[in-house]
């Protein structure tokens, strides 16, 4: 594998440690080790009330639909 940087140069992170304990659930932006929380989450979300993003409170992404 060859990385390349751009005129700017990179940033170049590695994280690394033990195996996690258990299956992780994946939902758009939200990760947990329990479907009830990724569930909640989701509910959050759609009701607003997760924190605005300082200047850029006019807008909201919409959770994408997910099929399957």
Excluded: H
Aim: hydrophobic fraction near 45%; glycine fraction near 14%.
């Amino acid at each position: 594998m060859v990385l390349t940087a751009g005129e700017t140069g990179a940033r170049f992170l590695l994280l690394g440690g033990a195996a996690m304990d258990g299956p992780r659930y994946i939902l758009w932006n939200f990760v947990s080790s329990r479907r009830d929380r990724i569930k909640q989450a989701k509910s959050d979300w759609q009701a607003g009330r997760f924190g605005k993003v300082r200047g850029d409170e006019a807008e909201f992404i919409q959770l994408p639909v997910v099929r399957g």
